[in-house]
């Protein structure tokens, strides 16, 4: 435990000496300020694009419009950014061999996945959350409607999804020791659940679902409920990611 | 007693056969010189040393304690200074040796305390930049501080001198010198200057197994070759001397080169002799007359092929 | 003039944040001149130019080991 206490907070130090706070923290918030504002002005957009004299009716925006943004930018820009950011968070240490002093002196290599993962995921916590918050008072200003709901857990859901990228990401780079190739592992598992979704009956337990099903939580058209199913999927594959990485850096040459 | 004790160790990668049963003995409170050509397995040894790798046959012992890969307990005796240590470069010294001390569970007043020691005796003690700011000399020096940080028993450097200009190799060999008697220095290298400068025992290390080891003096005096140096005041008197039938003989031999004759012979002390009766008969006082003692470098020719 | 006046809740933090975002790497790009690829030319407009995405890229690719 001390020995997780004591890297975890090298992680945390190094993730604001090298920038991945602040980046992490001002692109999330800038997501957070979009999210509402292009809600609000596309309508206005649209209508300056339509020729002289042509009128169509473009419904009001809600509050919908702005959390379907809020969803939208979180999983493409907001992921993809996290995971570039933490690209290199196991393979640049392996590569420049900044690890080797440390394991001589007794640091487990079991604390050095975990404390890595752990860090990460606060960052990435921290990042939701600001995103989230942003989001949500600046919605509250432009749309005082009550139209969305399970706001919390919609965002959990897409957090969650988050959480496993993070995990696969971190065993991508014990696989194949270079940042693009964790990275490529990890668009790897993206595109094999986008497959995997093609078959109807793997549909309710593919946690694509939590990075896609969002809104529909949010609008009520689907219950909380129907999603536990791939949240505990997604708790195990994530447990069995970690568990496999563990292994395979235990056996790796430094 | 014997700090480390490597027996008959077997390594290959692939179908290279790096080590084919090597053993070593290293006595404590010696500072002992790991010798040998590039790739000729220094560093595979010590990364089989530290729990790094797996051999494929062969036990070591560190402090009486067999080494085991995957684990380090018996690295708790050893500090480590790889050949070009790496450290996070956005930390300061003080803090790079605190999460060292920290990690190898050190109380905050003991890390306090050695950092400050460590970092005047590798002549860091006011350094406050980055690391990222770093000579290479210097993140050598901090190497050594960051090795010692734990008070080890042994200290394993590889290859230290060889990435630094001359000034940081003589810097780095002071550091190590200046810990005899404290702690026992095992490091590797193939610049025999180094071993000579501080050494006490060396091994050399060639296909695979020690072809040498032992303290420097007894090799020394193991190797002797019987050979003298003459130096006389005129190259003419040299030539003279050089072609005295009594130096014809197929056991002696006579390299001239200038106003210097250097003659080897089977045995030492009748050719000494054979040389003072000569120079008294032809009346020749010679400038300088001396036993070649063998230096590393001719030693190290000759037992490595 | 109206809509801005009517968005300045948003235009002002939006503005601070992405002048922060390139500034913090205009200033890393200036005092840290070793980078994985590209040069101080290269960097300096591509970090105050391309909102967001510059000075990510910057920070992930470009910055060289130095921090």
Redesign the interface.
Same mark, same amino acid.
């Given at each position: 435990m001390n020995h997780f206490a004591v890297f975890f907070k090298k992680e945390l130090k190094e993730s604001v000496?090298?920038?991945k706070l602040?980046?992490l923290g001002?692109?999330f918030?800038?997501l957070g300020?979009?999210n509402?504002?292009v809600a609000k002005l596309t309508p206005?957009l649209l209508a300056s694009f339509l020729p002289e004299g042509m009128s169509i009716t473009i419904p009001e925006p809600s509050s919908l419009d702005s959390w379907a943004q809020f969803f939208k930018n979180i999983q493409q820009m907001g992921l993809i950014?996290v995971l570039?950011?933490f690209?290199g968070v196991l393979t640049n240490e392996l590569s420049?061999g900044t690890l080797v002093l440390l394991l001589t002196k007794g640091l487990p290599r079991q604390t050095v996945i975990l404390a890595k993962y752990a860090a990460m995921l606060v960052l990435w916590t921290m990042s939701v959350a600001i995103s989230h918050v942003v989001t949500w008072v600046?919605t509250v200003?432009l749309f005082p409607d009550n139209l969305s709901q399970n706001l919390f857990f919609a965002t959990f859901c897409l957090w969650f999804f988050g959480a496993l990228l993070l995990a696969v990401l971190l065993l991508g780079g014990t696989l194949v020791s270079s940042s693009y190739g964790s990275l490529l592992v990890t668009g790897g598992l993206v595109v094999l659940l986008n497959l995997l979704n093609l078959f109807s009956a793997l549909k309710e337990y593919n946690p694509l679902a939590l990075a896609t099903k969002n809104m529909d939580v949010v609008s009520g058209a689907v219950a909380v409920s129907e999603l536990y199913p791939q949240i505990g999927i997604t708790v195990a594959l994530i447990l069995a990611t970690l568990g496999l990485t563990v292994l395979l850096f235990r056996r790796k040459l430094v | 007693m014997n700090i480390l004790e490597i027996k008959d160790l077997h390594m290959s990668f692939g179908s290279n056969e790096v080590l084919r049963g090597l053993d070593m003995v290293v006595p404590e409170n010696s500072v002992f010189g790991f010798v040998g050509k590039n790739g000729a397995g220094k560093t595979t040894t010590m990364k089989i040393i530290l729990g790094l790798l797996k051999p494929d046959q062969g036990t070591v012992m560190v402090c009486g304690e067999k080494v085991t890969y995957g684990s380090s307990r018996t690295n708790r005796h050893i500090g480590f200074l790889p050949d070009v240590p790496e450290f996070y *470069?956005?930390m300061r010294p003080l803090e790079y040796l605190h999460l060292c001390g920290e990690i190898a569970g050190l109380s905050r007043e003991r890390i306090k305390e050695r950092s400050v020691e460590l970092l005047e005796l590798v002549g860091l003690g006011d350094v406050n930049r980055?690391i *990222?700011?770093f000579s290479r000399g210097m993140k050598q020096r901090l190497g050594i501080a960051q090795a010692l940080i734990t008070e080890p028993r042994l200290l394993i450097c590889d290859e230290p001198t060889s990435a630094l200009d001359p000034i940081g190799r003589r810097q780095i060999l002071d550091i190590l010198a200046a810990l005899k008697g404290r702690t026992t220095v095992v490091f590797s290298t193939h610049i025999l200057s180094d071993v000579e400068r501080i050494c006490d025992q060396v091994a050399i290390l060639d296909g695979g197994k020690l072809v040498v080891s032992g303290p420097i003096s007894e090799l020394r005096r193991r190797y002797r070759r019987n050979s003298f140096s003459v130096r006389f005041s005129s190259p003419e008197e040299a030539a003279r001397f050089a072609a005295l039938s009594a130096l014809q003989q197929p056991t002696i031999s006579v390299i001239v080169d200038g106003d210097t004759l250097t003659v080897a012979s089977a045995d030492q002390n009748g050719t000494g002799q054979l040389l003072i009766s000569l120079f008294s008969s032809e009346g020749i006082v010679p400038e300088k007359f001396e036993v070649l003692e063998p230096t590393l470098e001719s030693l190290f020719e000759e037992v490595v092929q | 003039m109206e809509?801005l006046r009517e968005?300045w809740?948003?235009l002002v933090?939006?503005i601070i944040?992405?002048l922060?975002?390139a500034i913090?790497a205009f200033v890393?790009v200036i005092r840290h001149p070793s980078y994985r690829f590209g040069n101080k030319v290269f960097w300096i407009p591509v970090v105050l130019f391309i909102s967001?995405i510059g000075?990510?890229v910057y920070?992930?690719f470009g910055?060289g080991?130095?921090?």
């Amino acid at each position: 435990m001390n020995h997780f206490a004591v890297f975890f907070k090298k992680e945390l130090k190094e993730s604001v000496k090298t920038y991945k706070l602040l980046l992490l923290g001002i692109v999330f918030l800038i997501l957070g300020i979009m999210n509402p504002l292009v809600a609000k002005l596309t309508p206005d957009l649209l209508a300056s694009f339509l020729p002289e004299g042509m009128s169509i009716t473009i419904p009001e925006p809600s509050s919908l419009d702005s959390w379907a943004q809020f969803f939208k930018n979180i999983q493409q820009m907001g992921l993809i950014v996290v995971l570039l950011v933490f690209s290199g968070v196991l393979t640049n240490e392996l590569s420049r061999g900044t690890l080797v002093l440390l394991l001589t002196k007794g640091l487990p290599r079991q604390t050095v996945i975990l404390a890595k993962y752990a860090a990460m995921l606060v960052l990435w916590t921290m990042s939701v959350a600001i995103s989230h918050v942003v989001t949500w008072v600046y919605t509250v200003y432009l749309f005082p409607d009550n139209l969305s709901q399970n706001l919390f857990f919609a965002t959990f859901c897409l957090w969650f999804f988050g959480a496993l990228l993070l995990a696969v990401l971190l065993l991508g780079g014990t696989l194949v020791s270079s940042s693009y190739g964790s990275l490529l592992v990890t668009g790897g598992l993206v595109v094999l659940l986008n497959l995997l979704n093609l078959f109807s009956a793997l549909k309710e337990y593919n946690p694509l679902a939590l990075a896609t099903k969002n809104m529909d939580v949010v609008s009520g058209a689907v219950a909380v409920s129907e999603l536990y199913p791939q949240i505990g999927i997604t708790v195990a594959l994530i447990l069995a990611t970690l568990g496999l990485t563990v292994l395979l850096f235990r056996r790796k040459l430094v | 007693m014997n700090i480390l004790e490597i027996k008959d160790l077997h390594m290959s990668f692939g179908s290279n056969e790096v080590l084919r049963g090597l053993d070593m003995v290293v006595p404590e409170n010696s500072v002992f010189g790991f010798v040998g050509k590039n790739g000729a397995g220094k560093t595979t040894t010590m990364k089989i040393i530290l729990g790094l790798l797996k051999p494929d046959q062969g036990t070591v012992m560190v402090c009486g304690e067999k080494v085991t890969y995957g684990s380090s307990r018996t690295n708790r005796h050893i500090g480590f200074l790889p050949d070009v240590p790496e450290f996070y *470069s956005y930390m300061r010294p003080l803090e790079y040796l605190h999460l060292c001390g920290e990690i190898a569970g050190l109380s905050r007043e003991r890390i306090k305390e050695r950092s400050v020691e460590l970092l005047e005796l590798v002549g860091l003690g006011d350094v406050n930049r980055r690391i *990222s700011w770093f000579s290479r000399g210097m993140k050598q020096r901090l190497g050594i501080a960051q090795a010692l940080i734990t008070e080890p028993r042994l200290l394993i450097c590889d290859e230290p001198t060889s990435a630094l200009d001359p000034i940081g190799r003589r810097q780095i060999l002071d550091i190590l010198a200046a810990l005899k008697g404290r702690t026992t220095v095992v490091f590797s290298t193939h610049i025999l200057s180094d071993v000579e400068r501080i050494c006490d025992q060396v091994a050399i290390l060639d296909g695979g197994k020690l072809v040498v080891s032992g303290p420097i003096s007894e090799l020394r005096r193991r190797y002797r070759r019987n050979s003298f140096s003459v130096r006389f005041s005129s190259p003419e008197e040299a030539a003279r001397f050089a072609a005295l039938s009594a130096l014809q003989q197929p056991t002696i031999s006579v390299i001239v080169d200038g106003d210097t004759l250097t003659v080897a012979s089977a045995d030492q002390n009748g050719t000494g002799q054979l040389l003072i009766s000569l120079f008294s008969s032809e009346g020749i006082v010679p400038e300088k007359f001396e036993v070649l003692e063998p230096t590393l470098e001719s030693l190290f020719e000759e037992v490595v092929q | 003039m109206e809509t801005l006046r009517e968005y300045w809740p948003f235009l002002v933090p939006l503005i601070i944040a992405q002048l922060t975002l390139a500034i913090t790497a205009f200033v890393h790009v200036i005092r840290h001149p070793s980078y994985r690829f590209g040069n101080k030319v290269f960097w300096i407009p591509v970090v105050l130019f391309i909102s967001i995405i510059g000075p990510v890229v910057y920070f992930v690719f470009g910055r060289g080991d130095a921090e």
